[in-house]
Nanobody, 117 residues
Framework: QVQLVESGGGLVQPGGSLRLSCAAS????????MNWHRQAPGKGRELVAA????????IYADSVKGRFTISRDNAENTLYLKMNILRPADTAVYFC??????????WGRGTQVNVSS
């Protein structure tokens, strides 16, 4: 049974930092490209960042470039998102997504991030 479990969310003041984690089990983690997505209240789910299977390339949404860093540890089956200089607009539920190709994909259940003073 595949499980993706996000953690590390919480309440942070504007300008602060958080590191999200996504722990994967039940799959061969290194065979999956990984994404972070987020969904703010009343909005659709959007791509935040993506990383290749080997972790040697990544892309970011324009809104987070220069502030967020995606990384992965294939030995620990874990995906990370380091978020710096957080803004109220970053408030959302953050989800990880594992993509093996075609219909082979899995979502986590999300972790809430609130940026507020």
């Amino acid at each position: 049974q595949v499980q993706l479990v996000e953690s590390g969310g919480g309440l942070v003041q504007p300008g602060g930092s958080l590191r999200l984690s996504c722990a994967a089990s039940g799959l061969t983690f290194s065979r999956y490209a990984m994404n972070w997505h987020r969904q703010a209240p009343g909005k659709g789910r959007e791509l935040v960042a993506a990383i290749t299977r080997a972790g040697d390339s990544s892309i970011y949404a324009d809104s987070v470039k220069g502030r967020f860093t995606i990384s992965r540890d294939n030995a620990e089956n874990t995906l990370y998102l380091k978020m710096n200089i957080l803004r109220p607009a970053d408030t959302a539920v953050y989800f990880c997504l594992a993509m093996g190709g075609g219909q082979d994909y899995y979502w986590g259940r999300g972790t809430q991030v609130n940026v507020s003073s």
